[in-house]
């Protein structure tokens, strides 16, 4: 990303947003036809670098494509949740609102999906998360515990409100 995707946009080669999460990207544009040229274009550009890819793995360019771990849709510029994992995150908030204590295994895997789910909220959601990263402070085994405290009970609540929340793509 730091080299190749901005050498790639320092030549007018990509001119699109490009999301890009370990080895998967994707390149996000109104028009299906000029964004998987942006991307076959990058691609052409990257092996002249020594960088393949595996292009009977790509999908052409949709309105609605789910792409790391998020639906993402290029007519409203949003990303959600699949409906399984949404209910599944849900669930787990729930389930912790309601706990005592939590292990610092069970902070950390909370904590990652409850940023995935606020990366599907407005800017500044993430505040959300405040009280969870600071329960793990301290803690250095995945069995050490923490007791809950009120202030991170109401942040796994208020996430899993905002995530209730009736969103277009969830309707029928």
């Given at each position: 990303v730091d080299v190749l995707v901005q050498m790639a946009r320092s030549e007018?080669?990509?001119?699109l947003p490009m999301p890009v999460y370990?080895?998967?990207?994707?390149?996000?544009?109104p028009d299906a036809e000029i964004t998987d040229a942006q991307m076959e274009a990058f691609q052409e550009f990257a092996e002249g670098f020594g960088v393949f890819f595996k292009k009977s793995k790509d999908k052409r360019a949709a309105q609605r494509q789910l792409m790391l771990g998020f639906v993402w849709d290029s007519?409203?510029?949003?990303?959600?949740?699949e409906e399984h994992?949404?209910?599944?995150?849900?669930?787990?908030?729930?389930?912790?609102?309601?706990?005592?204590?939590?292990?610092?295994?069970?902070?950390?895997?909370?904590?990652g999906k409850a940023q995935r789910a606020v990366m599907t909220m407005p800017p500044g959601a993430s505040v959300l998360m405040r009280n969870m990263f600071k329960m793990t402070h301290g803690l250095s085994k995945p069995w050490q515990r923490?007791?809950?405290?009120?202030?991170?009970?109401?942040d796994f609540a208020d996430v899993k409100q905002d995530l209730r929340i009736e969103r277009p793509e969830a309707r029928g």
């Open positions: 007018a080669v990509l001119r370990v080895d998967d990207l994707a390149v996000i544009g007519l409203t510029f949003t990303r959600t949740l994992k949404l209910r599944a995150y849900i669930d787990l908030l729930l389930d912790y609102a309601g706990r005592p204590s939590l292990s610092l295994r069970e902070l950390q895997s909370v904590a923490r007791r809950t405290t009120s202030a991170a009970r109401q």
